[in-house]
């Protein structure tokens, strides 16, 4: 069936990326779209555990001295 709709502009750029990324028509990416709200299914997006340094370093195999190490980080900042 061929009919003309108008695309929300995120809803043309999901369908357009979608497209690109699996080398279909624009159609078919709109389609495929559509089905997966019908479902309620989408790909969740991958974990990806962030870290960052908080310039201590420490063994975090005795729970007690990390917390004691903390606590007397935290005295000496209110200081």
Same mark, same amino acid.
């Given at each position: 069936? &061929? @009919?003309? #709709?108008?695309?929300?502009?995120? %809803?043309?750029?999901? =369908?357009?990326? $979608?497209?690109?990324? &699996?080398?279909?028509?624009? !159609?078919?990416? #709109?389609?495929?779209? *559509? +089905? *997966? !709200?019908?479902? !309620? @299914?989408?790909?969740? =997006?991958?974990?990806?555990?962030?870290?960052?340094? %908080? !310039?201590?370093? %420490?063994? %975090? @195999?005795? @729970?007690?001295?990390? $917390?004691?190490?903390?606590?007397?980080?935290? =005295?000496?900042?209110? +200081?």
């Amino acid at each position: 069936m &061929r @009919t003309t #709709v108008r695309l929300d502009p995120e %809803v043309a750029a999901s =369908a357009e990326r $979608l497209r690109r990324e &699996r080398h279909i028509r624009l !159609g078919e990416a #709109v389609n495929e779209l *559509a +089905r *997966a !709200g019908l479902h !309620g @299914t989408q790909e969740p =997006a991958p974990f990806r555990q962030r870290t960052s340094r %908080v !310039g201590l370093k %420490v063994d %975090v @195999t005795n @729970t007690a001295d990390i $917390l004691e190490l903390l606590d007397q980080a935290d =005295a000496e900042n209110l +200081r």
